[in-house]
């Protein structure tokens, strides 16, 4: 790869050197999904960590939280006001961990639900649940499979 210097072929009156005042393609913004994903970390790390699963170790699929902010931002799409206007909800095996808001500056006008389940394919969970909890202390793994979905907190006149 070759880097070419910038020309002022128009002799517009601007130093080349300051054309672009805006982030590098090495500084470039976090993509959105990835940025949902690191967010949904930080918030089930803190949800943890307030609950009774702080005892517990919690074990997730590596691309669990990337795929599942993937569907959340294309449930999203359709939406008024994006992924901004989103508030979303988490709960592991019917148990609420998490909820929040995308933005919290915007008016929320659709809930996500993420609901994650533990993992039953798992060779412990053929354990009875006295040797579970003296081999692994209480560790709780995650499925990879999700369920997804959008409830709407308004109507449109036309629907």
């Known amino acids: 790869m ?3 210097p910038v020309t002022n072929q128009f002799n517009v009156g ?3 050197e300051k054309a672009w005042s805006g982030p590098t393609w090495r500084e470039a913004p976090v993509p959105a999904e990835a940025a949902l994903a ?4 930080r918030e089930l790390r803190a949800a943890k960590s307030a609950s009774e699963l702080a005892a517990a170790e919690v074990l997730v ?3 669990l939280l990337a795929r599942a902010a993937r569907q959340a931002l294309a449930l999203a799409e359709g939406e008024p006001c994006g992924a901004r206007g989103a508030a979303l909800i ?3 095996a019917g148990r609420r961990l998490a909820a929040f808001k995308l933005d919290p500056n915007t008016l929320t006008t ?3 639900h993420l609901h994650l389940e533990h993992d039953a394919t798992n060779w412990t969970s053929m354990l009875p649940q006295f040797l579970k909890n003296l081999t692994r202390g209480g560790t709780i793994i995650i499925s990879p499979q999700f369920t997804i979905s959008k409830k709407k907190l308004f109507r449109s006149q036309d629907e």
Do not use: C, M, T
């Not at 690191?38 to 970390?41: H, S, T, V, W």
């Open 14 to 16: 601007f130093n080349s």
């Open 38 to 41: 690191a967010r949904l970390e």
């Open 2 to 4: 070759e880097i070419l």
């Open 90 to 92: 988490v709960d592991v």
């Open 61 to 63: 699929p590596a691309e």
């Open 110 to 112: 659709h809930e996500i």
